[in-house]
């Protein structure tokens, strides 16, 4: 990454009330990854609002001397002002010492520690916004550990129906399915499902992204949408339906529309998000269009989360190479995110 030059924060306008910048926490993910290179470019970077890591103070003190790094690090305190040009850190430690490049499955508990802590403090109100850093789920499995993703797993935690969506490249793009084989998703689209999520997608929108009357297209799940039902029903007795419903009520919602022409120009114009139904369906496209600088958010929790939008690369972890745009547009997004929450508080 080398080292980039800090940026300066605009100067505060005196004539201005003074009002707390939102305190975003930032879980620095599976430490043999690229997660705590990531988090220490966050040092670089001036953001309106408070920016707090967590995670083992000590790897991120190894992994910036292995990057040759002037990082100074500081131990946060809510109750104190944070401490000028140091990268503030709520310490966590490891259960093992940490290799970049090398799993280790007795730091599972540790990598997820990190969430737990990061979702008390936004519940507690302590931290305005969680980001986070990316997390492998196979050694989490291989420790013994049921994790599916940081959805998934923050959906437990804040015991809320949940929906995953990106952004980047001029796109929003939400999914009605998440990490599911393609052979178990057609049953998992239901019409209360669907209605619910389209229900929390426009509500999230509205509520955190302060659009007044937010336009979703509605992806179908077969090819040409199903071709009048002769490649397939769910079209026809799940997704119009509720499109029809949710439509009557007010909401600008359209669909099923074809997916393979659903991502163009024409169609796109007139749309603040699409919804797809599968994973691979609607991320590949949103993908191509912004890797590297998209931003996963986990629309339907009580507080605001983002993330990255790629993985561990275990390979770049301690190299240099690591590349924190995406880390650094989710902090941007989530600190926008968090004011549009205050504003309507």
Do not use: W
Not at 46 to 56: E, H, I, M, P, S
Not at 293 to 317: C, E, K
């Amino acid at each position: 990454m080398g080292k980039a030059k800090r940026r300066a924060a605009p100067p505060a306008d005196p004539a201005l009330p003074t009002i707390r910048p939102p305190v975003i926490a930032v879980t620095s993910g599976e430490p043999a990854g690229i997660g705590p290179d990531v988090c220490l470019a966050l040092a670089d970077r001036a953001f309106d609002a408070r920016v707090v890591v967590l995670g083992d103070r000590a790897v991120l003190a190894a992994r910036a001397a292995r990057l040759d790094r002037d990082v100074p690090l500081a131990d946060f305190d809510a109750a104190r002002a944070p401490s000028p040009g140091a990268l503030e850190v709520l310490h966590r430690p490891t259960a093992a010492p940490v290799t970049p490049g090398r799993l280790d499955p007795a730091n599972s508990g540790y990598v997820l520690a990190l969430l737990d802590a990061a979702v008390d403090g936004c519940l507690a109100g302590t931290f305005d916004a969680l980001v986070t850093a990316p997390v492998q789920k196979s050694v989490i499995n291989d420790a013994g550990i049921p994790f599916t993703g940081h959805t998934e797993y923050l959906a437990g935690r804040a015991s809320a129906d949940v929906v995953m969506m990106l952004v980047g490249g001029g796109l929003r793009v939400a999914l009605a399915t998440t990490h599911l084989a393609l052979a178990d998703v057609a049953r998992e689209i239901t019409c209360a499902g669907l209605e619910r999520t389209l229900r929390t997608v426009e509500a999230e929108l509205r509520r955190r992204f302060g659009i007044a009357r937010p336009r979703i297209l509605v992806a179908g799940l077969n090819p040409h949408a199903g071709e009048a039902g002769y490649l397939g029903r769910e079209e026809i007795d799940v997704i119009a339906p509720v499109v029809e419903k949710l439509a009557r009520e007010g909401l600008a919602v359209r669909g099923p529309l074809p997916a393979d022409t659903l991502f163009t120009p024409r169609e796109l114009r007139d749309a603040d998000c699409v919804l797809a139904m599968y994973h691979d369906q609607g991320l590949p496209v949103l993908k191509h269009a912004s890797f590297g600088r998209g931003v996963n958010i986990t629309l339907g929790l009580p507080f605001v989360r983002t993330s990255v939008d790629h993985g561990t690369a275990l390979d770049l972890a301690g190299t240099g190479k690591a590349d924190p745009s995406s880390l650094f547009e989710a902090v941007e997004l989530a600190v926008e995110m968090a004011r549009h929450e205050r504003r309507r508080a």
